[in-house]
């Protein structure tokens, strides 16, 4: 594709942006404050920075937070729910889990409210045969109730409407007569899925942010083009693919995990280039932390994500988990006495007090400047503003001298992080000592080498521009489309021939959306898997299938091979249950040169890349060198204690701790002993 390419991550605290010009190399980067109430803005702020003439861009890929933080703060469209009659409670009622392990207490607030769930006669059975037909006139009272109730966005959710959605589309072409807006969402066409309560949350969840997603991708399409830009503009899905933002709202709810995916596509393709292709990513901004775990260079795609307590959204997603501690995440004395940190975050606006605009609530940011982790210089008063707030808010209380009140504040968030990292690692059966951290945001690299100490990690990469790598991975993510059909049938009864059917029309339905893209694609292919159970277990294990056309007997020997792999129990007198099939069909764009990301012009000798030295707290003040990233040469080495700092990030290299640089210019840190 003839011209500029550019990536736009629009993060909780800063939008980033880069853009690549494949004809010169030429990376030029970005980064603004996010605007919050209009996303729009701060994506045209980046834009405008560059100077760019959006005139010369061939293509922007937009990963956004949108629906997410739409979900999480609950900000959502008005939504109605039509339901098979007795079943309208099917959304609070969930599974039989708790919030939290101990007490029976805990908050949950559904995404529909119960008077605006409604019921209608209608039942299908588990095989898809009508025990009772769809009342029509039954379906026109409860349309028009909702619609007086000033509901935005429709749900209709039959029960086993995956078996046979006959009464679901009937209701919908009833419902399109009546209906004033067009935000209708149906529970089988968003996902053939058997559980009801699954599959119910994730319609509600779609329909709830529809029109917020369309209103937001519209005055942002409309805003490009307004300044030039002619091409479509491509949204991130949370399956690390990408969509036409003509046609994203259709399915909002895939776009839940966008801004996260983005990432570890990122860390991927870097990973790959560097060959190390076994990461654990470590995402840290300003006001979330995002950890995932990268076997292969193959992004970790699942659809039984969970958002928050008893918020399953199924639909394939980016297996990310994520922690409130970032940069800005407000560090606190309990009424207990006891140190708190996050989740609440400064975020940009007002930001930590060491931003100087007007914070007044110390953060790990703050922590991080007070034991000269970040220049004091780049600070001014606010550094100063920065350490009487600690030493009221958290040292006084605590009793404790300002530095080691600081050093606390890190010890907890790292405590939070290495949690996170533990999640999704050791809970999946994965050694951290067999993987190398990731380490990427405008916060990461502080952190990194502290994590990889405490989780054993031996390496951690960090690459070139850390704190863009989610606007980086906008721009090197291929197309992807994801299919779930359930078949929920014994695998000692199914029909093989219809199994390599349905995946065989997945496939073709992929290939279809993807030719659909005007996008230049070096290859198509289609990946295969089956998520499985032993009859009488609730829980689902996927299993990859290397080939596309398995037959009984390979497809039960690769199900025991995975579930022995994971469980470490064989179980060879209970039958094997095929659940869903699944196919991801995946364009696979040109590749980028990632060498351009720091320009290779500027590189110095590494005496030359040295910009000074300052006190650092490493247990005790010591004396430590700060480089500046983008002098360094290519072949540099160091030995701890260091500092390295560039235009996004600031690198710690802690006593006992060694760094090389590659070619790609990533910087790839061995963890010694404590530091």
């Keep these: 594709m003839a011209g500029l390419v550019a990536g736009v991550d629009v993060g909780g605290t800063f939008t980033d942006l880069?853009?690549?010009d494949p004809a010169t190399g030429r990376v030029t980067l970005a980064k603004t404050p996010t605007t919050l109430d209009n996303q729009a803005g701060g994506v045209l702020d980046a834009f405008a920075q560059t100077g760019v003439d959006l005139a010369d861009v061939a293509l922007i890929v937009h990963g956004t937070t949108t629906?997410?933080?739409?979900v999480l703060e609950r900000n959502l469209c008005r939504t109605g729910l039509i339901t098979t009659e007795g079943f309208r409670d099917v959304l609070e009622l969930g599974r039989r889990t708790r919030p939290q392990p101990y007490g029976m207490t805990g908050r949950f607030v559904p995404v529909i409210p119960r008077d605006l769930r409604l019921g209608v006669p209608e039942r299908m059975d588990a095989q898809g045969r009508v025990l009772t037909p769809l009342d029509e006139d039954a379906l026109r009272r409860a349309l028009t109730q909702l619609i007086e109730a000033g509901c935005e966005s429709l749900v209709i959710h039959f029960l086993h409407s995956y078996a046979n959605p006959a009464h679901e589309r009937r209701a919908a072409e009833i419902a399109r007569t009546l209906w004033p807006t067009p935000y209708i969402t149906l529970g089988h066409a968003l996902l053939s899925e058997a559980r009801e309560?699954?599959?119910?949350?994730?319609?509600?969840?779609?329909?709830?942010?529809?029109?917020?997603l369309e209103r937001y991708v519209r005055r942002l399409s409309d805003s490009l083009k307004d300044r030039g830009y002619t091409a479509d503009l491509l949204v991130m899905n949370g399956n690390g693919g990408m969509v036409?933002?003509?046609s994203v709202a259709r399915e909002a709810v895939k776009t839940v995990m966008s801004g996260p995916a983005s990432g570890v596509m990122a860390a991927c393709y870097t990973g790959r280039r560097a060959g190390i292709e076994n990461l654990i990513t470590y995402?840290?901004?300003?006001?979330?932390?995002?950890v995932a775990l990268i076997r292969n260079a193959q992004a970790p795609v699942s659809n039984e994500i969970e958002v928050e307590y008893a918020m399953p959204?199924?639909?394939p997603m980016v297996d990310v988990r994520t922690v409130g501690a970032g940069g800005g995440s407000i560090a606190r004395v309990d009424a207990a006495g006891m140190l708190r940190v996050g989740p609440d975050s400064a975020g940009a606006t007002p930001g930590p007090v060491c931003y100087g605009r007007g914070g007044s609530r110390v953060t790990i940011s703050d922590a991080n400047l007070l034991l000269g982790r970040l220049p004091a210089s780049r600070f001014g008063q606010a550094a100063e503003a920065a350490r009487q707030a600690m030493q009221d808010q958290i040292a006084t209380p605590l009793g404790l001298p300002a530095e080691a009140a600081a050093a606390a504040v890190l010890r907890i968030a790292n405590t939070h992080m290495a949690g996170a990292i533990r999640m999704v690692s050791l809970s999946l059966g994965a050694d951290p000592r067999d993987f190398a951290l990731f380490a990427f945001g405008g916060a990461g690299p502080l952190h990194a080498a502290d994590l990889a100490r405490e989780l054993a990690i031996p390496r951690v990469l960090i690459p070139a521009r850390p704190g863009i790598t989610n606007a980086l991975g906008c721009t090197v993510a291929d197309l992807r489309h994801d299919f779930v059909r359930t078949l929920n049938r014994p695998l000692d009864d199914v029909d093989m021939a219809e199994v390599h059917a349905l995946w065989a029309a997945q496939e073709a339905q992929g290939r279809a959306q993807i030719a659909a893209e005007r996008l230049t694609l070096t290859d198509i292919r289609a990946e295969y898997s089956a998520d499985m159970q032993f009859i009488g277990q609730t829980h689902l294990l996927r299993v990859p299938l290397p080939q596309g056309r398995p037959t009984r007997a390979a497809l039960q020997a690769l199900f025991e091979a995975a579930y022995h792999a994971r469980f470490h129990v064989d179980l060879p007198m209970i039958r094997?249950?095929?659940v869903n099939l699944n196919c991801s069909v995946i364009g696979t764009r040109p590749e980028l040169?990632?060498?351009?990301l720091i320009d290779p012009a500027g590189r110095r000798s590494l005496t030359e890349a040295q910009t000074g030295s300052r006190p650092v707290w490493f247990g005790r003040w010591i004396d430590t060198p700060v480089y500046w990233r983008d002098h360094l040469p290519l072949d540099a080495r160091l030995s701890g204690p260091a500092i390295i700092e560039q235009m996004d990030t600031t690198t710690i290299l802690a006593p006992g701790d060694d760094l090389a640089s590659d070619a790609m210019g990533n910087l790839i840190l061995t963890i010694g002993g404590p530091a």
């Design 18 to 20: 880069v853009i690549f």
């Design 67 to 70: 629906t997410t933080n739409a």
């Design 197 to 212: 309560y699954e599959r119910g949350v994730t319609a509600a969840v779609n329909a709830a942010v529809q029109p917020l």
């Design 244 to 246: 036409n933002a003509g």
């Design 283 to 290: 995402d840290m901004g300003g006001t979330s932390t995002d």
């Design 313 to 315: 959204i199924h639909v």
């Design 576 to 578: 094997a249950n095929l």
């Design 593 to 596: 040169d990632l060498s351009a």
